[in-house]
């Protein structure tokens, strides 16, 4: 083991400096996350079952009487999915997680609901122009992109709705953003949600208060190798939020902070719901 390196290793990086391993391409830990999106009573990886229906309903809300073509970007296991399916609208949702969408599958067999899914990473899609009346993304999706990914993805939207049609995101708000950094921790296991195998992790957070950014950063140690995790999580203004839709081509229609119920600092009003329109 190279101590040396590791002390290298766990420094504040630059901002956007690019992770040595990517979750997704793991065998292991995508089981893990599906195993948490599923779990009811906490918000990680999907929120509580109880937010997601109520989320779920509120979209829904925003269209009384009408029919709707959806899209869903990281639909996970089809949580919201099949909300959307059941209230009779032709939904398609897309996750990069083979083990999610496999789940979504079979789920949408299982309860009897027409729900078509894609496996694919959202920043690599490619839909046919104009075809949905509603594109959501949701669990703060949108927050996790740098910001030239976030203009691919506003490009997707902006292509794959029908004119006048309809964005809904959300993001984690601006307050307080210094509460939000972590302690550093570390976790050594004989078997955990990082390996079958025995590791160490450290794990630790660094804010970047210019470009309002934190950094969750995983060092996971094996017997025979090392792996870096890196989570970038933007936090945005009101006013932020409109300039990124206005350069998109894109209209707010409205902010809600109403939509989660106020439990912790990633509830409550530290999340806005956005809604936009494209023009």
Request: glycine letters at 6%; one cysteine or more; proline letters at 4%.
């Amino acid at each position: 083991m190279n101590i040396s390196a590791i002390i290298n290793d766990i420094k504040q990086p630059a901002l956007y400096e690019k992770r040595t391993a990517f979750m997704w391409d793991d065998e292991y830990i995508p089981q893990q996350l599906l195993n948490i999106h599923l779990n009811p009573e906490i918000d990680l990886a999907s929120r509580k079952k109880s937010s997601i229906k109520k989320t779920a309903n509120w979209i829904m809300q925003q269209f009384p009487d009408k029919k709707l073509n959806i899209l869903d970007l990281g639909c996970g296991p089809g949580l919201y999915t099949e909300i959307y399916a059941r209230q009779g609208h032709h939904v398609h949702g897309v996750d990069i997680s083979a083990n999610s969408i496999a789940y979504a599958k079979k789920s949408a067999v299982e309860n009897n609901v027409n729900i078509q899914y894609t496996c694919a990473n959202y920043l690599d899609l490619d839909l046919e122009a104009k075809q949905f009346h509603l594109v959501t993304m949701i669990f703060t999706d949108l927050g996790v992109l740098n910001p030239n990914e976030r203009k691919k993805v506003l490009q997707l939207v902006h292509k794959v709705l029908r004119q006048g049609g309809i964005f809904i995101f959300d993001v984690l708000n601006d307050n307080k953003i210094e509460n939000k950094v972590t302690s550093k921790s570390w976790e050594c296991r004989q078997k955990g949600f990082w390996s079958p195998n025995p590791y160490l992790a450290l794990s630790q957070s660094f804010l970047y208060e210019k470009g309002k950014v934190i950094l969750y950063q995983h060092h996971v140690i094996g017997e025979n190798k090392s792996k870096i995790y890196r989570f970038w999580t933007h936090f945005f203004s009101h006013e932020e939020i409109t300039k990124i839709l206005e350069e998109g081509n894109f209209k707010p229609a409205g902010f809600y902070t109403d939509v989660l119920p106020q439990r912790d600092i990633w509830n409550g009003d530290h999340v806005t719901f956005s809604k936009a329109v494209k023009i």
